[in-house]
C-alpha cells in the first residue's frame, strides 16, 4: 500500500484551538486504498516533524492551510510564512515526494499559495473525491486534467478553475476525529468538531462560505450525526461538541430534527455551536437544543441596525434579532456575540442602532465581540463593491497585506474610536484587537475554573476576571 502523509499546519490556540476535521475527512476516504498518517502541528508547531515524516516515509503529502490571517484589521496577524518557513520548507529539504495543498485557507487564495510554496499540486474546495482521483492518477501515471478544481505548480489558471460539484455528503465516512489524532490535548480548551451539512445559501456579501461550500445546503442525515456523536462520546467521555457548520438551524427544520436524535440517545454532553440564524429561531428551537445539551451558541447577527443588514444581504432584519436575543434570555443560553462595524451604509446613526440593541437585549454576563472593517476575499460581492468603489483595482490580489472594507460614510479611526468608547462603559464589549487575553488572564481562568470546579463556558469565567481587572485598574 502507498503511503500518503498529511500535515495540518495549523498552529493558531486562539481562540481555542481547533483539530483539523478536514484533514481526518480526507484520511477516511483514503484509508482503504492507501496508509495514512496525519502530523498534527497544532500542539507540536512542527518540533517533531521531519523525524515523524521520515520514519513514515511517504509516497505523497498533503498540507492543509486552514488559515490565512486572522481577520483583525489591527493586527494583521498573516499566518502563511511562519506555514512556509515552519512546515513546507523543512519537508521540502529532506524529501522531493509530490506536495499536495488544500484546506479553506488554500481554497481562498490558491494562486498565491502555490506561487509563495512552490507546491506540486493544489486542490480547491472539499476534497475527499478529487485527492483520492489525483493520488490514483498519480500511482498509474494517469491523465489529471479532468480532475476538477485541481491546480498544477507553474501551470496558469482561469478564474473558472473552481466549479462546484455538489457531493453528496451523506455518503462520506464521518469516523471520528480521534481515530486520526490524539484528540487528548483538545479536552480542555477545544471541542471535538461536528459538520451537519456543507453549503450556504445566504448571500452575505463579505462571506467566503458559498465560495467554498458551494451555494446549496447538502445535510448529512441526523440519524448519523447524533450517532457520530454517541460513539464519540462512549471513546472520549464528557466533552464538549462544536457544530462547524455555516449556520447551524439552517435549512429549517434540521437542526430541530438533529437535536431530537440526540436527545433519543440519552446520553450526557455539552454542545455548542456558531452562526445561528436569527430567522429561524423559535421557542420550539431552542427547547430541543436545551434539552439536546447545548451549553452555549454563538450569535453573529454582524449588525443590528435594518440599514446594515440590508446592505450586508443577511437575510434578517432587526425584529428577527431581536427575537432571537428575548429567546437566549428566555432559555438562558450563554452566548458570544459578534457584530461588524464599517461595512457599506455603516454610519454614525448606525451604529448607535447596533449600540441601543446591545444594550436593550444583550445579557451583560454574555460578550460582544466589536470588530472594525470587513476582509475582503475575492469572488464576494464585497470585493465587487470595493471595486466599483474604487478602493481596490479590478483583479487586485487582497491576499497579502490582508484589505479590508470601511465604508466611505464612516472612516476607521473614526470606527476605531466608537469602538473603544462602547466598550469602556459596557466591560462584556471587547474590541476585536483585545479578543486574545493576556496569558495572565488565561491562566487565572483555568486556575479558578478547576479551583471552583465551575462548569460555566470559559468565555464567561474570563468575563469575570476581566470585570475584576477593570475594577482594579489592571486593563
Ligand atoms: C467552524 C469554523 C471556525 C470555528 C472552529 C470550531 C472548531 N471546533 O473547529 C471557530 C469559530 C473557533 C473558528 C475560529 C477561527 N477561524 Co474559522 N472557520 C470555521 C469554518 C466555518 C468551518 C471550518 C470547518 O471545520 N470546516 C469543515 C471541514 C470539513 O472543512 P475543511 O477544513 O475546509 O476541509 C475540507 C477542504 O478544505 C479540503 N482540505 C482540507 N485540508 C486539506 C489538505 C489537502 C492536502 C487537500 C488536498 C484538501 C484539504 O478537504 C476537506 C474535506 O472536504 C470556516 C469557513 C468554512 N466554511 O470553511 C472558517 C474559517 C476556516 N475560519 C477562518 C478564520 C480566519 C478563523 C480565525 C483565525 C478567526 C479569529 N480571528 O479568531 C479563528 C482561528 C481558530 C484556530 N484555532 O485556528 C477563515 C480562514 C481563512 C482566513 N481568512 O484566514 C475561514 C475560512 C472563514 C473565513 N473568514 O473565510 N473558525
Same mark, same amino acid.
Given at each position: 500500500m502507498k503511503k500518503v502523509f498529511l500535515i495540518n499546519t495549523n498552529t493558531e490556540k486562539s481562540p481555542y484551538p481547533v483539530p483539523p476535521l478536514g484533514l481526518c475527512l480526507l484520511a477516511s476516504s483514503l484509508d482503504d486504498n492507501y496508509n495514512v498518517k496525519i502530523y498534527d502541528g497544532v500542539f507540536d508547531e512542527g518540533t517533531h516533524l521531519i523525524s515523524e515524516l +521520515?520514519? =513514515?516515509?511517504?509516497?505523497?503529502?498533503?498540507?492543509?492551510? $486552514?488559515?490565512?490571517?486572522?481577520?483583525? !484589521?489591527d493586527r494583521q496577524v498573516f499566518y502563511v510564512d511562519k506555514i512556509i518557513s515552519d512546515f513546507i520548507e523543512p519537508v521540502k529539504k529532506v524529501t522531493s515526494v509530490p506536495i499536495i495543498l488544500g484546506g479553506s485557507g488554500f481554497s481562498i487564495?490558491?494562486?498565491?499559495?502555490?506561487?509563495?510554496?512552490?507546491?506540486?499540486?493544489?486542490?480547491?474546495?472539499?476534497a475527499e473525491e478529487s485527492f483520492r482521483y489525483l493520488l490514483k492518477c498519480l500511482d498509474n501515471g494517469g491523465d489529471i486534467s479532468h480532475i476538477p478544481n485541481i491546480i498544477v505548480a507553474n501551470s496558469k489558471t482561469s478564474e473558472n478553475i473552481f466549479q462546484y460539484i455538489y457531493r453528496?455528503?451523506?455518503? +462520506?465516512? =464521518?469516523?471520528?476525529?480521534?481515530?486520526?489524532?490524539?484528540? $487528548?490535548?483538545?479536552?480542555?480548551?477545544? !471541542?471535538y468538531s461536528i459538520q451537519t451539512k456543507r453549503g450556504c445559501s445566504h448571500g452575505c456579501i463579505y462571506c467566503t462560505y458559498p465560495v467554498l461550500e458551494g451555494?446549496?445546503?447538502?445535510?448529512?442525515?441526523?440519524?448519523?450525526?447524533?450517532?457520530?456523536?454517541?460513539?464519540?462520546?462512549?471513546?472520549?467521555?464528557?466533552?464538549?461538541?462544536?457544530?462547524?457548520?455555516?449556520?447551524?438551524?439552517?435549512?429549517?427544520?434540521?437542526?430541530e430534527a438533529i437535536c431530537r436524535e440526540i436527545i433519543k440517545k440519552k446520553i450526557k454532553i455539552?454542545?455548542?455551536?456558531?452562526?445561528?440564524?436569527?430567522?429561524?429561531?423559535?421557542?420550539?428551537?431552542?427547547?430541543?437544543?436545551r434539552e439536546a445539551g447545548f451549553t452555549q451558541i454563538d450569535a453573529t447577527p454582524d449588525s443590528?441596525?435594518?440599514?446594515?443588514?440590508?446592505?450586508?444581504?443577511k437575510g434578517f432584519n432587526r425584529e428577527e434579532i431581536e427575537k432571537m436575543a428575548l429567546l437566549i434570555r428566555k432559555f438562558d443560553l450563554p452566548t458570544m456575540w459578534f457584530f461588524l462595524f464599517g461595512g457599506p451604509g455603516e454610519d454614525e446613526q448606525t451604529f448607535r442602532e447596533t449600540i441601543d440593541f446591545i444594550d436593550k437585549f444583550v445579557n451583560p454576563d454574555d460578550l460582544v465581540y466589536m470588530t472594525a472593517g470587513l476582509r475582503i476575499y475575492p469572488k464576494t460581492p464585497l470585493y465587487s463593491i470595493a471595486v466599483d468603489e474604487g478602493k481596490i483595482k479590478p483583479g487586485q490580489s487582497v491576499f497579502y497585506p490582508p484589505v479590508f472594507y470601511f465604508s466611505g460614510t464612516m472612516e476607521k479611526p473614526r470606527i476605531d474610536h466608537l469602538i473603544k468608547e462602547?466598550?469602556?462603559?459596557?466591560?462584556?464589549?471587547?474590541?476585536?484587537?483585545?479578543?486574545?487575553?493576556p496569558p495572565e488572564m488565561m491562566k487565572e481562568a483555568i486556575e479558578l475554573r478547576t479551583n471552583k470546579n465551575l462548569n460555566e463556558p470559559m468565555f464567561r469565567t474570563m468575563l469575570r476576571i476581566r470585570k475584576d481587572w477593570m475594577k482594579k485598574g489592571l486593563l
Amino acid at each position: 500500500m502507498k503511503k500518503v502523509f498529511l500535515i495540518n499546519t495549523n498552529t493558531e490556540k486562539s481562540p481555542y484551538p481547533v483539530p483539523p476535521l478536514g484533514l481526518c475527512l480526507l484520511a477516511s476516504s483514503l484509508d482503504d486504498n492507501y496508509n495514512v498518517k496525519i502530523y498534527d502541528g497544532v500542539f507540536d508547531e512542527g518540533t517533531h516533524l521531519i523525524s515523524e515524516l +521520515l520514519t =513514515f516515509d511517504p509516497d505523497y503529502i498533503g498540507f492543509s492551510i $486552514r488559515n490565512i490571517d486572522d481577520i483583525v !484589521a489591527d493586527r494583521q496577524v498573516f499566518y502563511v510564512d511562519k506555514i512556509i518557513s515552519d512546515f513546507i520548507e523543512p519537508v521540502k529539504k529532506v524529501t522531493s515526494v509530490p506536495i499536495i495543498l488544500g484546506g479553506s485557507g488554500f481554497s481562498i487564495f490558491p494562486e498565491e499559495l502555490m506561487v509563495r510554496t512552490s507546491a506540486d499540486y493544489g486542490i480547491i474546495g472539499e476534497a475527499e473525491e478529487s485527492f483520492r482521483y489525483l493520488l490514483k492518477c498519480l500511482d498509474n501515471g494517469g491523465d489529471i486534467s479532468h480532475i476538477p478544481n485541481i491546480i498544477v505548480a507553474n501551470s496558469k489558471t482561469s478564474e473558472n478553475i473552481f466549479q462546484y460539484i455538489y457531493r453528496d455528503i451523506a455518503k +462520506l465516512k =464521518f469516523s471520528g476525529i480521534d481515530r486520526h489524532i490524539d484528540f $487528548r490535548p483538545y479536552v480542555q480548551r477545544g !471541542a471535538y468538531s461536528i459538520q451537519t451539512k456543507r453549503g450556504c445559501s445566504h448571500g452575505c456579501i463579505y462571506c467566503t462560505y458559498p465560495v467554498l461550500e458551494g451555494n446549496r445546503f447538502r445535510m448529512r442525515s441526523p440519524v448519523g450525526i447524533a450517532d457520530e456523536i454517541e460513539e464519540a462520546h462512549k471513546r472520549l467521555g464528557e466533552i464538549m461538541f462544536e457544530f462547524v457548520d455555516s449556520t447551524f438551524n439552517d435549512p429549517e427544520g434540521h437542526a430541530e430534527a438533529i437535536c431530537r436524535e440526540i436527545i433519543k440517545k440519552k446520553i450526557k454532553i455539552r454542545l455548542r455551536t456558531m452562526g445561528i440564524n436569527p430567522r429561524h429561531t423559535s421557542e420550539e428551537l431552542f427547547n430541543l437544543m436545551r434539552e439536546a445539551g447545548f451549553t452555549q451558541i454563538d450569535a453573529t447577527p454582524d449588525s443590528a441596525s435594518s440599514t446594515v443588514l440590508e446592505k450586508l444581504d443577511k437575510g434578517f432584519n432587526r425584529e428577527e434579532i431581536e427575537k432571537m436575543a428575548l429567546l437566549i434570555r428566555k432559555f438562558d443560553l450563554p452566548t458570544m456575540w459578534f457584530f461588524l462595524f464599517g461595512g457599506p451604509g455603516e454610519d454614525e446613526q448606525t451604529f448607535r442602532e447596533t449600540i441601543d440593541f446591545i444594550d436593550k437585549f444583550v445579557n451583560p454576563d454574555d460578550l460582544v465581540y466589536m470588530t472594525a472593517g470587513l476582509r475582503i476575499y475575492p469572488k464576494t460581492p464585497l470585493y465587487s463593491i470595493a471595486v466599483d468603489e474604487g478602493k481596490i483595482k479590478p483583479g487586485q490580489s487582497v491576499f497579502y497585506p490582508p484589505v479590508f472594507y470601511f465604508s466611505g460614510t464612516m472612516e476607521k479611526p473614526r470606527i476605531d474610536h466608537l469602538i473603544k468608547e462602547a466598550s469602556k462603559t459596557r466591560p462584556n464589549c471587547i474590541p476585536a484587537i483585545e479578543t486574545s487575553p493576556p496569558p495572565e488572564m488565561m491562566k487565572e481562568a483555568i486556575e479558578l475554573r478547576t479551583n471552583k470546579n465551575l462548569n460555566e463556558p470559559m468565555f464567561r469565567t474570563m468575563l469575570r476576571i476581566r470585570k475584576d481587572w477593570m475594577k482594579k485598574g489592571l486593563l
